[in-house]
């Protein structure tokens, strides 16, 4: 299976992960001139901005260190801008999934709250 192929896989796994745990998807995707997010989502308390990253089994590094600093900077000037067009007066977050794949079975899954 090719990157973009993964990468949306991992996504899909990513949301209904959020699903299952009571959090209404309200973008996927969500792109502007700084940036882009990955799935933005909501429960009562929280909006969560979620970057996943997908990589196959036996990788050889983490797959949420490839959040550098700069990834982070971009996501969370991509966020003020959503919740400005938005007016959403929810706590925001900022999420990563991490999903191991081979193939398209799901090998390890890690959902880390408050990642940065």
Do not use: C, H, W
Not at 27 to 40: Q, S
Not at 41 to 55: D, H, L, P, S
Not at 101 to 106: F, H, N, P, R
């Amino acid at each position: 299976m090719d990157t973009k192929l993964t990468g949306a896989y991992g996504e899909v796994v990513a949301a209904r992960y959020l699903r299952d745990n009571g959090y209404t998807i309200l973008a996927a995707n969500y792109r502007t001139r700084l940036g882009e997010i990955d799935i933005i989502a909501e429960n009562r308390k929280f909006i969560v901005f979620v970057e996943v990253k997908t990589r196959t089994e036996g990788s050889l590094i983490d797959a949420a260190l490839a959040v550098d600093y700069g990834k982070q900077q971009r996501i969370a000037a991509t966020a003020q801008s959503y919740l400005s067009k938005n007016g959403i007066k929810l706590q925001p977050r900022f999420d990563v999934a991490e999903v191991y794949v081979d193939g398209l079975e799901v090998k390890d899954f890690n959902y880390i709250e408050n990642a940065y």
